[in-house]
């Protein structure tokens, strides 16, 4: 005699797999936070990217490496100082102004024509117009406040350069007696943090000394 499955027997083993599907497939649902936090860490690694396959070096200018890749957090506009933005951009200072302008700043490979731009005090000859609102982290995701850990800030400064072997570099250049202060007192000796708050919590980005290799913790 041919055996067959029971109906409690079918139902039951309907119930297991759907306890096991629910527990094996990833949750797909996310929040504002975690979202902005994965683009920042993709354009962190994408500035890597830029630095190490547009070396800058240049043995017939003294200047080359002001020109390194980098990318740097604001809070204000220079066309609104009261203005909190939390924004970001990302450029290569060829005109060593420190105060990059539209052809300096890196393009958005997800969107023809726009540019890795949110707004910051120090762009020069950018418009509104200009900017990328995906990199003004409050606008599009809600982001109220970011904050770089000691490892990644010095001077105050809010900006992660990368040199041609893709190590990550605080802040930007200073001098002392004209001197200007570059790689060997740069180099991101320590984790770096770059926490992002919201009133869903707060994230912490983590970008390792050395390998510049950039996660969320």
């Known amino acids: 005699m041919k055996k ?13 797999i759907g306890i096991i599907a629910a527990t094996v497939i990833p949750r797909t649902n996310s929040n504002s936070l975690q979202e902005a936090a994965i683009q920042v860490v993709s354009h ?11 070396d800058k070096f240049n043995k017939d200018d003294a200047n080359w490496y002001k020109k390194r890749w980098q990318i740097i957090f604001a809070d204000y506009t220079h066309a609104n100082p009261n203005k909190n933005i939390v924004a ?6 060829e005109s060593l102004s420190g105060k990059p302008d ?9 969107s023809i024509g726009d540019i890795l731009s949110g707004g910051h005090s120090n762009l020069n000859s950018v418009s509104s117009s200009d900017l990328n609102s995906k990199l ?23 900006r992660i350069s990368f040199d041609h072997l893709g190590r990550p570099l605080r802040g930007d250049l200073k001098t002392i007696d004209g001197a200007y202060f570059d790689s060997y007192n740069r180099i ?21 000394p050395e390998t510049g290799y950039t996660h969320i913790l």
């Open 44 to 54: 962190i690694r994408y500035t890597q990217h830029l630095a190490m396959i547009d």
């Open 102 to 110: 539209v052809s300096e700043m890196a393009n958005d490979t997800l």
């Open 4 to 16: 067959a499955f029971t109906l409690l027997e079918l139902v039951f083993v309907i119930v297991v």
């Open 136 to 158: 003004n982290l409050k606008e599009t995701y809600g982001i109220t406040s970011y904050d770089l850990t000691a490892g990644c800030n010095i001077y105050n400064n809010s």
């Open 88 to 93: 970001y951009s990302i450029f290569s200072d």
């Open 188 to 208: 991101i000796s320590q984790r770096c943090d770059i926490i992002l708050e919201s009133p869903e919590g707060n994230i912490t980005i983590a970008i390792e």
